[in-house]
Structure formats: structure tokens, C-alpha cells
């Protein structure tokens, strides 16, 4: 038995017979969210927007707050409609996410001169006469319209900072598991748990 053990045993035997020994509950500097109420954090400001923006789309409230999960742990669009059960709603992701606000560094490089994009969008010219001058698609005027527009009303509406605190909790707990996976303190625990059972 190791001097450590014995310490320990010395000292149960000391306290023992005349005190009780309570653990000290931990002092509260905040309380992070469980996965539950994260999710249901979510879901309560997608469906905020939902109302705000009139928002239509095939996937379900559910759905969309389960997409504002995953976007922020990095997945792509094929790999969240994966998550959601069918990969060929990359597309339908894909609007969705632009809706919510959500958006990738290659949703804000159009095929097309963007200073020219918003100077015909402010002058009201219409879907055709923008795909005439920019000579792209109307498809693509509309799509770009889409992401313009959500992206203004992004820096107005301040939704995506909700998102963001609501999601640091989850941040907070994945890096808490990871740094204790890293660093074994999980078999310092077991140890320490052994020897006090010897």
C-alpha cells in the first residue's frame, strides 16, 4: 500500500467516529444550459424570426433550429440535411439557412459586380432588367436578392448574437468534455476513486 493510501486511511480513521463529512456545494458563477434548453432556445428565436420574416420553408421549426446548431459546429449544408435525415435537402438548407441568417463566406461572393447589384437594387429596377445589365440569370438576381437582403436585416435585427450566446453554453460543455478527455483527467479520477476504495 502506497504512503498516499495510508495517509488516507489515517485520516478517514481520525474523522470517522466523531465528525461527518459533507461535501461544500460548489459556489454557482453561472449556469450553463442543458442540451434540452439549448434546443429549445433555439427554437424559440427561429420561431420569432419565423413570424418576423414570414419565413417558408419545408423544414419544420424543429428542423430550422436543429440547422443553427449544426451551422455553428461547422457542418455544411449537405452534412446538415444528412443530420436532418435526407441528404438531398442540401438545397432547401441551404435557402433555409439564408433566412435565418446564417452565412457562408461564399454566399456574399456573387458572380457578378456587388456595388453594381445594389446600386440597380436601390434604383427599384426590376429582376429582368438587373439580369439584363449584370448579364446573369434572373434565377441568380433573385437568389442574390435573398442573400442581401437577409444580410442587412441580419446587421439590424441582432438575431444572430441570440444565437450566439444560446450556442457559447453548448461551446462551453463540448470544450469542458474535450479538455478533460485531453488532458485524462478522467483516469486521475478513476485513480484517486480506487485508492480511496483500498
Do not use: C
Not at 470517522?16 to 460548489?26: D, I, R, Y
Not at 488532458?183 to 483500498?198: F, H, I, N, R, S
Request: proline share 3%; glycine share 4%.
Amino acid at each position: 500500500m502506497s504512503g498516499k493510501t495510508d495517509h488516507l486511511r489515517e485520516l478517514v480513521l481520525k474523522i470517522a467516529p466523531t465528525t461527518k463529512v459533507v461535501e461544500k456545494p460548489a459556489k454557482k458563477h453561472g449556469t450553463l444550459r442543458s442540451t434540452s434548453e439549448i434546443e429549445q432556445a433555439l427554437l424559440g428565436v427561429v420561431s420569432e424570426m419565423i413570424k418576423a420574416y414570414n419565413i417558408q420553408t419545408k423544414l419544420t421549426p424543429k428542423q430550422l433550429a436543429a440547422v443553427v446548431r449544426l451551422f455553428y459546429k461547422g457542418l455544411s449544408d449537405t452534412e446538415i440535411a444528412e443530420q436532418l435525415g435526407d441528404r438531398a435537402l442540401n438545397k432547401t438548407v441551404s435557402r433555409a439557412r439564408i433566412k435565418l441568417h446564417l452565412f457562408r463566406d461564399s454566399d456574399l461572393k456573387p458572380p457578378f459586380d456587388r456595388e453594381l447589384f445594389i446600386k440597380l437594387w436601390e434604383e427599384g429596377k426590376s429582376v429582368k432588367e438587373m439580369s439584363e445589365v449584370l448579364h446573369v440569370a434572373p434565377s441568380t438576381v433573385s437568389e442574390y436578392k435573398n442573400i442581401f437582403e437577409s444580410q442587412r436585416a441580419a446587421e439590424r435585427d441582432g438575431y444572430l448574437k441570440r444565437f450566439e450566446e444560446i450556442l457559447s453554453d453548448q461551446d462551453v460543455s463540448e470544450r469542458m468534455v474535450s479538455h478533460i478527455s485531453k488532458d485524462g483527467l478522467q483516469d486521475t479520477m478513476d485513480t484517486d476513486y480506487e485508492v480511496a476504495e483500498a
